[in-house]
């Protein structure tokens, strides 16, 4: 067994109290232009700049830039940070002011959504410097289907704020594995519910998706309900909006 002397316990005691020296403070650009595959700019995407899952404590674990009309973006960020690397992902416009989004980045948080378009692309910064990307061509894209509740005569089946508000969306990928599972706020039955015909917005990023939607019919009442689509959705920009029906059952 060794014996610890005094020494060498004020020694040890010395090393793990002393205080730590403050990481020094810097600031960085990232310039370039986002442009889609036939090379033409695109405007209102979202570069959105990540540290990664190893992200320190206190430091910035995301932030994002909007491109102009000529998709040109130009990003500014100071921190104390000592990771010159970045995880960089680009996507065209998100429909956060028209719809319901849960899936957006940094997608490396949804363990359970497919595709290589998610990964993202790893940058190195300059410390007190700029970096110019050039052009970056999108990696995602995001469209919108309007998901219709419906009784099974096809009359509208949630038509008060309060029956949305009870309204739970779960998001699976094409092998059944959840991806995101949330309910609405406020704020997003204003901007993606319509009430009259009973169907909400959802924005989601291109690919191969099934919707489940959890409900209560009546407020007062604790049984809840489940309408799932049967089929997968292939969400594409190209196809957006399109359109799901979901048809409480008969009895």
């Known amino acids: 067994m060794h014996i610890l002397t005094k020494a060498m316990i004020v020694s040890l005691l010395f090393t793990f109290f002393q205080p730590q020296t403050p990481r020094e403070e810097y600031t960085y650009i990232v310039c370039g232009r986002v ?44 921190t104390r940070a000592p990771k010159l690397e970045r995880i960089l992902y680009v ?39 700029e970096v110019n990307l050039g052009d970056v061509e999108v990696q995602v894209y995001y469209g919108i289907v309007n998901v219709y509740l419906q009784y099974p005569d096809g009359t509208p089946l949630l038509t008060k704020d309060a029956q949305w508000e009870k309204v739970w969306i779960r998001v699976c990928n094409e092998k059944g594995q959840e991806i995101t599972y949330n309910n609405l706020a406020i704020a997003v039955i ?3 519910v319509n ?7 959802v924005g989601l990023p291109e690919g191969s998706y099934k919707l489940e939607i959890n409900l209560k ?13 049967e089929t997968l959705l292939a969400i594409s ?15």
């Open 35 to 78: 442009v889609d595959e036939s090379g033409m700019p695109v405007a209102k995407a979202r570069v959105t700049f990540d540290y990664g899952h190893v992200a320190i404590k206190g430091d910035t674990s995301m932030d994002s830039a909007r491109t102009d009309d000529e998709g040109n973006f130009c990003y500014k960020e100071t």
């Open 91 to 129: 996507t065209g416009p998100i429909p956060f002011a028209k719809a319901e989004v849960s899936i957006y980045p940094p997608f490396w948080e949804r363990p359970n959504l497919i595709g290589q378009q998610f990964l993202g692309k790893r940058i190195v910064i300059k410390k007190n410097g």
């Open 190 to 192: 204003e901007r993606a």
């Open 195 to 201: 009430l009259e015909q009973s169907y909400i917005a």
């Open 217 to 229: 019919i009546d407020p007062e009442v604790s049984s809840r309900t489940w309408l799932r689509s």
């Open 237 to 251: 920009p190209f196809n957006s909006p399109q359109s799901l029906i979901l048809k409480l059952p008969s009895r």
